[in-house]
T-cell receptor, first 114, second 113 residues
C-alpha cells in the first residue's frame, strides 16, 4: 500500500538557518504530494502541494519539488524564523483505488531558536 | 479560520458520560474524516464519509460512533470512554479528487477522567 517516510525529529535550528526536511514515498500510479504544518494546539494546515512529477510547490518561503525518479518531496526553506517552529507532515494522496485517501508521514518537529 | 469548524475546542468527560463532537464545513466538500492524534503517535484515521456514506471504519471501538447527517456536518458520539482515549480529535473535509488536499479543523482536545 501507499506509505510516506519522513526524517525523525526534532530538528533544531538557529534563526536564519537553511531547512531541509526529507520525505520519501511509496505509491502506485501518480499520487499528489502535500506538506502540512501543525502549530501548537492547532489542526493541520496545508502548506504546499504538487500534483505531478517535476512540479514545485511553494508557500511562505517553503518549497518542495516532486521528484518521481527518487520518489521524494523534500521540504526546504532558505532562512527559518522562530515562528516556523511547528510539526511538519508530508502526505500523499493516491489516485488508484483506496478511496483516494491521504496517507501521512509521522511528522517532523522543527524548533527554531534565536 | 480554515473553513472547517469543530466544537467544542476542549472537552473533559468522565468515563460514564456521553458527549458528542461536532464538525461543520461549508466549503462544498463531499468527503469528511475523523482523525485521532495522540502524543508520540502517528495520526490515526478513524472514519471516512464519502457523499454522506461511511466508507471506512478503521477498527475503531464501538464506544466511538460517527454520524454524517448531511454533506456539511459530521459528528462523533462518545460513550463509556477510557483514559487512553484522551487525545486531539481532528475533523477534515475534502473533494474526492486526488489532487485536492484535506482541510482540517482546529480539533477538539478531549480528556477522559
Amino acid at each position: 500500500g501507499d506509505s510516506v517516510t519522513q526524517m525523525e525529529g526534532p530538528v533544531t535550528l538557529s534563526e536564519e538557518a537553511f531547512l531541509t526536511i526529507n520525505c520519501t514515498y511509496t505509491a502506485t500510479g501518480y499520487p499528489s504530494l502535500f506538506w502540512y504544518v501543525q502549530y501548537p494546539g492547532e489542526g493541520l494546515q496545508l502548506l504546499l502541494k504538487a500534483t505531478k512529477a517535476d512540479d514545485k510547490g511553494s508557500n511562505k518561503g517553503f518549497e518542495a519539488t516532486y521528484r518521481k525518479e527518487t520518489t521524494s518531496f523534500h521540504l526546504e526553506k532558505g532562512s527559518v524564523q522562530v515562528s516556523d517552529s511547528a510539526v511538519y507532515f508530508c502526505a500523499l494522496r493516491g489516485n488508484t483505488g483506496g478511496g483516494n485517501k491521504l496517507t501521512f508521514g509521522t511528522g517532523t518537529q522543527l524548533k527554531v531558536e534565536l | 479560520e480554515t473553513g472547517v469548524t469543530q466544537t467544542p475546542r476542549h472537552l473533559v468527560m468522565g468515563m460514564t458520560n456521553k458527549k458528542s463532537l461536532k464538525c461543520e464545513q461549508h466549503l462544498g466538500h463531499n468527503a469528511m474524516y475523523w482523525y485521532k492524534q495522540s502524543a508520540k503517535k502517528p495520526l490515526e484515521l478513524m472514519f471516512v464519509y464519502s457523499l454522506e456514506e461511511r466508507v471506512e471504519n478503521n477498527s475503531v471501538p464501538s464506544r466511538f460512533s460517527p454520524e454524517c447527517p448531511n454533506s456539511s456536518h459530521l459528528f462523533l458520539h462518545l460513550h463509556t470512554l477510557q483514559p487512553e482515549d484522551s487525545a486531539l480529535y481532528l475533523c477534515a473535509s475534502s473533494l474526492l479528487q486526488a489532487d485536492h488536499g484535506y482541510t482540517f479543523g482546529s480539533g477538539t482536545r478531549l480528556t477522559v477522567v
